[in-house]
């Protein structure tokens, strides 16, 4: 499965943006996926997940509420929904694909999380007070 994240910018604070992944391959449907982010000097962290099928999902608690999460696999996509934006939430956006459990995404160490099958590259998103 090859990914291709885009959508970032840059927005003020309490703007929305909606990042897309596009999956190519054949075999998409068949992972949970998920996205994560990275901000300058800190660890990659997991974001947002949905299972295989799309019909659960997991959010990290700093953007419960606010990320929505959704996943069609009959057109290979993936789409990350975010709302009130905040100055925290700026960093490199990433979208995953690996095993088929939304819930196991959302519980991946830092060591599991380079372990991560596959990975898009990455799409900035920047957030102004």
């Known amino acids: 499965v090859q990914l291709q994240a885009s959508g970032g910018g840059s927005v003020q604070a309490g703007g929305s943006l909606r990042l897309i992944c596009t999956a190519s391959g054949r075999t998409f449907s068949s992972y949970a996926v998920a996205w994560f982010r990275q901000a300058p000097g800190k660890e990659r962290e997991f974001v947002a997940s949905?299972?295989?099928?799309?019909?659960?999902?997991e959010y990290a608690d700093s953007v419960k509420g606010r990320f929505t999460i959704s996943r069609d696999n009959a057109k290979n996509m993936l789409h990350l929904e975010m709302n009130s934006l905040t100055p925290e939430d700026t960093a490199v956006y990433y979208c995953a694909a690996d095993g088929t459990s939304s819930q196991d995404l959302a519980r991946y160490t830092p060591e599991r999380i380079q372990k991560i099958t596959y990975w898009g590259k990455g799409t900035q998103v920047t957030v102004s007070s």
């Open positions: 949905t299972s295989w099928l799309g019909t659960s999902a």
